[in-house]
C-alpha cells in the first residue's frame, strides 16, 4: 500500500460504482422485460414498451456497465503493471463525469423512440459521436501510460487492453457512419444487405472486445493475483491472444446464415468461427493449469471459484457459440430464444462473474481496507449461479421447442401444425421461469452492491476513527 498516493484512484472508484449503479438499474429493467413478455398488460405505451425498454436494457448493461467496469479496472490494472501513474489522471475524471451525463441522455433518448434501429448501436448520431469522443479519451490515456511505462515486460493483460481499444474504436466508427437528416434521426451510409453485413460485423464484434477481450484482461490479470499462482503459460497467453483478434474479425456472417447475405461469405464466416475455438480454449486451458494442484482454493479462497466458474462459462460459451453459427444448427435455433439463453450465460456467466470478482479484489485495495462480508460475497456467488442456470437452460429448452413448432407440418395437408398464437402460448411458462431466474440473480446483486457500498462505508469509518486517534 505504501506507494498508493503515486496512482490515480478517483476514476477508478467513480466509473466502479457508476458502472454497478447503471448496471443494477439495467438487469432491473430486464426484469421487468422479462415479465412483461408473459403480462403483456405491463406495456405502458409510449414509453414503457418492451421495444424500448429492451433497448434500455442491453445498452444499459453493454454501455453504462460493462464499458464503465471496463474504464474502471483498465484504469486500474495499467497502472499496475505499468508501475506508474496513469498519464491524464484529470483527463479521467472528466471523461467520468461525462460518461454519467451520457449514459442518461442515451437512456432517455431510448425511450423516447429516438434510435438508428441498428442492434447495440440504436443510439442516435450526436450521442455516437459522445461515445467516440469518451474513447479517444480512454485510448489517449491507456496508450500514454503504457508508452511512458516503468516497467518493460508487457504483461498479456496490457496486449488484451490495447486490442480492445483498437476493436472497439474501428468497430464502432465503421457501422455508426450514418447520414444525418435531424438533430435525432439519421439513416446508415450503406444499403440493404451490406447494412446487415456491417452492423453484424460490428455486433459480433462488439461480443469480441468488449464482452471477451476486456475480461480476459481482467481474468489474466486478477487469477494470479488473488490465487498467488503465476500465470500456467506467458507464451500460451500470446499464441491464443494473436489467433483470438485474428479470427474474430471474420466471424460476423454467422449471424446472417440462410440470408440474402451471399453464400460464400457466410462459409467463411462460418469456417472462423470454428478456427476460434482454438484460441478461446487457450484462455480456458492456461486459467484451469494455472490452478494446477491449488484446487482446494476454490474453497479456501473466495475469489478463485468466481473466476474458474466464470471461465468455465466461457470455454462452454465458445462452444455453444461456433456450434450455432453451423448451418445445420442455425436453421433451429436461429430467431428462438436459445440465442437469449447463449447470450445470458455469456453475460451473466462470465461477464458479470469475473467483473464482480475483479471488483471484489479492486475495491478493498483503493479504499484502504478488507471486503465487508467474506460470506456476503459467497451468497452472491450462489445467487447469480443459481440465477443465470435457470435463466439459460429455461430458455434452451425453449429455443428447441420454439424451432420444432415453428417447423412443425402436417404430413397429410402440408400446412403449418401449429397457429401463431398456438406458439405464443406455449412459451408462457418458460418466460415465467426466466423471470424466477432473472430474479435470484437480481437478488444476488443486490448482495454484491450491498457489500461494495459497506466495503466502502467501512474504509470511510476507519479513516475518521484513524484520524481521530491521530488528533489526540
Ligand atoms: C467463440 C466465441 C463465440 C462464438 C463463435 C459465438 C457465436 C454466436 C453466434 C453464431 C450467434 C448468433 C446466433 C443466432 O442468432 O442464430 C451468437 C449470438 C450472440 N452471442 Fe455469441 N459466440 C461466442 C461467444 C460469445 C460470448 C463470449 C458472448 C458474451 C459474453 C456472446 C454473446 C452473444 C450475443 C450478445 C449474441 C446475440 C446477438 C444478437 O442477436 O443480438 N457470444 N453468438
Ligand atoms: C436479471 C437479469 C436479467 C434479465 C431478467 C434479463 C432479461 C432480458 C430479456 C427479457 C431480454 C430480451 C429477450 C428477447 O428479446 O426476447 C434480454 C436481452 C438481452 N440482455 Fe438481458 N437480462 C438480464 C441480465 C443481463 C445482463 C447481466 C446482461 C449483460 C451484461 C444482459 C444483456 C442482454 C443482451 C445483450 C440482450 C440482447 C440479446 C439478443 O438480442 O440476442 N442481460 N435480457
Redesign the pocket.
Known sequence: MADDSVYEWRAVKGFCLSGLFW?AV??LI??F??IQ?WKPELNIGPFLTFGRL?AV??NG??FG??VAEIFALSYYMVQRLTRRRLLFPKLAVVQLYIFNAAILVAALSLLAGFTKSK??AELEWPLSIGVVILWVMFAVNIFGTIIKRKEEQMYITLWYLIATVIGVAVVYIVNNLSIPVSLTKSYSIYAGVNDANVEWWYGHNAVGFV?TTPILAMFYYFLPKSTGLPIFSHRLSIVAFWSLVFAYLWTGAHHLVYTPLPDWIQTVGIAFTMFLIAPSWGSVVNGYYTMGGNWDKMKSNYLTKFFIIGITFYGLQTLQGPTQGLRVVSQLVHYT?W??GH??MG??GW??MTVGASMYYVIPRIYDTEIYSIKLADTHFWLVLI?QLI?SISMWILGIQQGSMWKAISPDTGSLTYTFMEQVTANYPYWKV??L???I??VG?CVFAFNIVMTIVQAKKNQASAAAAGGR
Do not use: C, N
Open positions: 448496471g439495467s438487469v430486464g426484469l422485460i422479462s413478455m429492451r436494457h442491453t448493461l453493454a456497465f460493462a442492434e447495440y464482452f430464444d440465442v437469449i447470450v445470458h453475460t451473466m461477464v458479470a440465477g435463466f426466466r423471470t431466474g432473472g430474479a440473480f437480481t446483486l
